[in-house]
């Protein structure tokens, strides 16, 4: 990813955030992490990220993203002999389509990314507005959407170790390169 690419991408995500009233310390928005997941397609796949705490036993961690981004399909294996991460979305602005297994969504909201639909296979659609929220158990496959308008998710978990998420797409590379 380009550095002016990352760096106006953290910007909106800071001005994401003073819209929604949540404030951050300089050291929080120096923090922001943004992900393209190695496609280089940020505006369409990828997510900003501040991790406000990672423990060995939680995690809690701000997920923002831009209108109609998508955070590719993936999961949270067991590591170590552990249970993967299990984690509860709470959407604070805008709205996010949160897909897993169970039966297809007729007519959901999101669809994938054009051109990558090889790589979405779980198509029950949870539209979670501000104030909604949904707990996934360990090791469950899910993608999400934010809507036209863009979103901030809060995530609550057990412990991140985001490096062993195993995504459907075997082109994602978790960790961003910047250029």
């Not at 990352?6 to 800071?14: E, F, G």
């Not at 299990?86 to 949160?98: I, K, Q, W």
């Not at 809060?154 to 170790?161: G, I, L, Q, R, V």
Request: hydrophobic share 35%; aromatic share 8%.
């Amino acid at each position: 990813m380009k550095k002016n690419t990352y760096l106006a991408a953290k910007q909106q995500a800071i001005t994401q955030f003073d819209r929604a009233h949540i404030v951050l310390t300089e050291k929080e928005k120096d923090a922001i992490e943004v992900a393209d997941f190695g496609l280089d397609d940020l505006a369409r796949t990828g997510l900003q990220i501040l991790t406000y705490v990672n423990t060995e036993r939680c995690c809690a961690k701000e997920l923002v993203m831009t209108p109609n981004q998508t955070c590719p399909e993936h999961r949270h294996p067991m590591m170590d002999g552990q249970p993967g991460k299990e984690e509860t979305f709470r959407c604070r602005a805008g709205t996010v389509s949160l897909f897993v297994p169970g039966r297809r969504t007729a007519h959901p909201k999101a669809v994938p990314p054009q051109g990558d639909e090889a790589y979405y296979t779980v198509y029950h659609e949870i539209v979670l507005n501000p104030g909604d929220q949904y707990t996934l158990a360990p090791d469950t496959l899910h993608w999400f959407q934010a809507g036209p308008l863009g979103a901030i998710v809060s995530e609550f978990s057990t412990a991140s170790h985001d490096e062993s998420d195993v995504f459907t797409d075997p082109r994602i590379q978790r960790v961003p390169v910047v250029e």
